[in-house]
């Protein structure tokens, strides 16, 4: 049955249909059909900056070459990615970025996992018609985890939408102008936001790479495995990539009810531990190294003898909060299977009546998923420093503020920043189209000993705000406030005297 | 025609508030205000047939009708006084000559639209304009033509002045509505136009300082008497041309639109320099298409000039004579151009540098037989950028190329510029 606003068009000779609002290029997308595409995103929309995803509308309007992520699809419609005249203008896109764009794939980090490189292979550029000198640029420091090698940028902004727009911080963007635009920072200095690992995943060139993986593996090499990130309770999906059995990096993996795209800085580069020498590689029995299979058979006999000497009830199997919930489950089945006495997974008798306590009022009535709080209207937050106990939680919370939710803070653990932005949040979410926005400097008229923030005009304020005793500005990325004191643990670069990292006794 | 407005001949000086007044000024706003309905003074606009002076000639009574009036939240005027389209600078000897039926039009506009908070966005460049402006303004103020309950009617309008950061891309007029609101100028992609969603997301009208002042004159005396200043019937009033260039009296002048290029260079312009002859100019600012000797007889209006294969743009006219290398010229706006692109769509942040580079070749005698052919193409792939700048500075490429390809051949198979450079 068709829904009434469902839209149906023919791009290529197929019938597609979808739901109103849709853009060719999305539309393209849901049959398979891969139109060419730098600037947009999904999370991120359409900027209409890169023109290299060209279409021809046959039929509909408006006719002739178009933009496919700036057209919505429409009834009628008839469209072909193959025609002539769009392929021509797609190539020339693609010459225009191969301008300046460095000839070097072979010793680029990014090659292998680069758009670029696929759409030029794809689109048929292999003759290069200028003769001129290429545009340069001075790389920045941007900290121990990104590299950043400019001349490699493409200038599809997606990293600064992301940063400013999306993530909502103010240290990294674009400046410039005509085919000398920078994106980087005022000066060297380790990135601020604490989702600034998601550049990495989101430059479609190799702008941004992994400092901790850097020349360690190409994409191919990777051993890829789809994982759940360990370091909170969300449940963010990961990608861990390992070579030699050694963890090199962690990608985000798209899932778009819980993390959408992307994931925060502790998830991504504070898995140093993994790899720790320490860690027993090899099973052991009676201290005599043996298989695991062998491991596992004189486990079993060891726990059948404990059974028949004591009874079921003096054994206790014990979980973890700090266990993913596939092991924590695996933990009730083995209790179920030896009939163990006990189970538990606290050290805390408290801890586990207040879990059981907050567990209880969840219900599937009233449980949010994170795409849930991205959508939502309201949100109130309660006693809780979202971005030190939750982080992509935060960035949950901001989209919805973008999409005009009203912000709550209530509680006295939270860091005063953070109410103060989260304020500001509110109240300009209430009338966006006041003309006095608060300008630089500008202090909350109810505070006049408030520290002065600094909403980066005309774009929405970082929420919550870092800086002051407790936020995440000035820790490095990946630690959170609790951890403040003590060095950030992240896996080591290679060659550096950073000492392996270790797993943070705070959480 | 007797000027309309520039009627204050004394260069440098301003007229007063009581010198305007004596000659009729904010009469029209008097009698709107009295007695005319908004909605009436929009038809005054639409029926005078008054197009846009900032480049793209729109019809601006249309534009005005685009603006949704049951839309909760305010509207907005602002007026364009960015010019830095290289060639014209018509709008600076209007605005420290005679800024005055600029504020009255603005009113005019606001209680046409229903505004009450407009906002004139002006070149950075522009010191002693924005001076004499914000002068004015406050006399206007004293005078009660500004602020609140204007000439005991119940109209409010405040109106402001913004100097622009400076950059080309700012007059295009949503990068100027981005420049405004504080962030970087760089268009926004429209639908929806700024007619509906602009400034601070509400309903917002951009119009050229030349286009607003000219609307008391339309109120005042009629759009019919108005319409009927141009030279021909199908155009409508007065033009501002300022030239440049090769001719005797390079000036700005208030002429009939419609008036042929050939009249305007022989008329006002006292005909070209000693010892130059006539060879091509544009006609109005520099992204538009050259016009030559064969065009002599074209009406400059903004259809006829589109016949032509230009456009009537700004009216900022560049003279160039015999001894002058197109291909110079061109390499010369092409320059500008690639300079001022913001940045942000691939077609014209890369493309305006090729096109440069392979002028550059061509004009120091390396360029071969190949590129024009990528000149060619990039006439071609520029307008699909993302805003109207690219597809602009194409203008006079296309024209080099329709008109002067010969002059083009002749720097690739001698291998240098033809021209002794001056
Ligand atoms: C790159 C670019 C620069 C422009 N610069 C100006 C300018 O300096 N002044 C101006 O009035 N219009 C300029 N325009 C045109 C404006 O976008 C807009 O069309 C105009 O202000 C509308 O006024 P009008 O309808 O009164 O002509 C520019 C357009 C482009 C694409
Ligand atoms: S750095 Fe990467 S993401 Fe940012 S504009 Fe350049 S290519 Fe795009
Ligand atoms: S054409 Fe593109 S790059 Fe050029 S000024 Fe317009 S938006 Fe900016
Ligand atoms: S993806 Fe459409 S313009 Fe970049």
């Known amino acids: ?507 | 025609m007797e000027p309309i407005l520039l009627r204050y001949e004394r260069a440098g000086h301003c007229p007063t508030l009581d010198e305007y007044r004596a000659d009729g000024g904010f009469e029209a706003l008097a009698t709107a205000l009295a007695g005319m309905s908004p909605d009436a003074v929009q038809q005054a606009v639409i029926d005078s047939g008054l197009r846009g002076r900032g480049g793209a000639g729109f019809p601006t009574g249309r534009k005005w009708s685009f603006v949704p009036r049951n839309l909760p939240g305010p509207r907005y005027l602002i007026c364009n006084a960015d010019e830095m389209e290289p060639g014209t600078y018509k709008d600076r000897v209007l605005l420290e000559q005679n800024p005055w039926p600029l504020i009255e039009g603005m009113a005019l506009a606001c209680y046409a639209l229903g505004v009450g908070h407009a906002f004139i966005f002006i070149r950075r460049g522009y010191e002693r304009a924005a001076a004499n402006l914000r002068r004015v303004m406050a006399e206007a103020r004293r005078a009660g033509f500004l602020g609140e309950n204007i000439l005991g009617s119940g109209f409010n309008l405040e109106l402001d002045v913004h100097q622009s950061a400076g950059r080309y891309i700012c007059g295009e007029e949503t990068a100027l509505i981005n420049a405004l609101e504080g962030v970087r100028a760089n268009p926004r992609a429209k639908p929806p136009f700024p007619a509906v969603k602009g400034l601070w997301g509400q309903p917002t009208v951009v119009n050229n300082v030349e286009t607003l002042a000219n609307i008391p004159a339309i109120i005042a005396r009629g759009p019919a008497w108005w319409k009927a200043l141009a030279a021909t019937p199908e155009a409508a009033g007065s033009k501002l041309f300022c030239v440049s260039g090769h001719v005797a009296n390079p000036e700005c002048f208030e002429l009939p639109l419609g008036i042929t290029l050939g009249e305007i260079i022989d008329g006002p312009c006292g005909g070209m320099r000693p010892g130059s002859g006539f060879k091509a100019c544009i006609p109005g600012g520099a992204s538009t298409p050259f016009l030559t000797a064969d065009h002599w007889g074209v009406a400059m209006d903004f259809d006829p000039v589109a016949k032509a294969g230009s456009r009537l743009g700004t009216g900022g006219i560049i003279v160039f004579d015999q001894n002058t290398c197109m291909v110079g010229v061109t390499l010369n706006l092409i320059r500008f151009f690639a300079r001022e692109s913001c940045g942000w769509c691939t077609p014209c942040r890369e493309g305006l540098p090729f096109v440069r580079h392979i002028l550059e070749k061509i004009e120091n005698g390396s360029g071969n037989a190949g590129d024009v052919d990528i000149l060619r193409e990039h006439v071609h792939y520029l307008n699909y950028a993302f805003c109207a700048l690219a597809p602009g500075a194409m203008g006079p490429l296309e024209g080099l190329l329709r008109l002067f390809e010969d002059e083009v051949r002749e720097h690739i198979t001698k291998g240098k510029c033809p021209f002794t450079r001056l």
């Open chain 1, 1 to 507: 049955m068709n829904h009434p606003n469902e839209i149906k068009l023919i791009i290529d000779d197929i019938p597609v249909e979808v739901p109103e609002g849709t853009s060719v290029l999305e539309a393209a997308l849901s049959v398979d059909i891969t139109i060419p595409h730098f600037c947009w995103h999904p999370a991120l929309g359409k900027a209409g900056a890169c023109r290299v995803c060209a279409v021809k509308v046959l039929e509909g309007s408006p006719r002739g070459v178009q933009m496919s992520c700036m057209l919505p699809a429409q009834d009628g419609m008839v469209v072909s990615t193959t025609d002539p005249e769009a392929v021509a203008l797609r190539k020339g896109v693609i010459e225009w970025l191969m301008i300046n764009h460095p000839h070097d794939c072979p010793v680029c980090d990014e090659g292998g996992e680069c758009q670029l490189q696929d759409f030029t292979i794809a689109g048929g550029h292999g003759l290069r018609r200028y003769d001129g000198r290429k545009r340069t640029y001075t790389n920045q420091y941007l900290g121990e985890y990104i590299e950043h090698e400019m001349n490699r940028c493409i200038q599809c902004y997606r990293c600064a939408r992301f940063y400013q727009e999306y993530a909502g911080a103010t240290d990294f963007g674009v400046m410039g102008r005509g085919n000398m635009i920078y994106f980087g920072r005022q000066g060297d200095g380790p990135l601020e936001s604490p989702f600034s690992g998601n550049l990495v995943d989101i430059c479609p060139t190799g702008v941004f790479t992994d400092k901790t993986a850097r020349f360690r593996a190409r994409y191919w090499d990777y051993d890829l495995a789809p994982s759940v990130c360990p370091h909170c309770s969300l449940g963010c999906n990961i990608t861990p990539a390992a070579r030699y059995r050694e963890l090199l990096k962690v990608i985000a993996r798209r899932n778009d009810s819980v993390n959408g795209w992307f994931i925060c800085d502790r998830g991504r580069f504070s898995n140093g531990a993994v790899n720790a020498p320490e860690r027993p590689r090899q099973a052991l029995a009676d201290n005599r190294p043996v298989s695991c299979d062998e491991a596992m058979d004189a486990l079993l006999e060891r726990l059948t003898e404990f059974l028949e000497l004591n009874g079921p009830a003096s054994l206790a199997i014990v979980g973890s909060p700090r266990m993913s919930l596939e092991g924590n489950i695996m933990a009730a089945r083995l209790r179920e299977l030896l009939g163990a006495g006990t189970l538990s997974y606290f050290d805390d008798r408290l801890q586990a009546e207040r879990t059981m306590e907050a567990a209880s009022l969840l219900t599937t009535a009233n449980a949010a998923s994170l795409a849930d709080v991205r959508k939502a209207d309201l949100v109130a937050i309660m006693e809780c420093d979202l971005l030190a106990e939750a982080p992509m939680m935060a960035l949950a919370v901001r989209q919805a503020w973008r999409g005009g939710a009203r912000v709550y803070v209530v509680g006295c653990d939270v860091p005063f920043d953070s109410a103060q932005g989260t304020k500001t949040l509110a109240e300009r979410s209430r009338s966006p189209a006041s003309p006095t926005h608060p300008g630089p400097d500008s202090v909350p008229p109810d505070r006049p000993d408030a520290p002065r923030t600094r909403p980066g005009a005309g774009c929405p304020p970082p929420l919550p705000a870092p800086g002051g005793a407790r936020g995440w500005s000035g820790s490095r990325p990946g630690v959170c406030s609790r951890t403040r004191s003590h060095p950030a643990t992240p896996r080591p670069v290679r060659g550096s005297a950073t000492p392996r990292g270790q797993r943070c006794p705070h959480c």
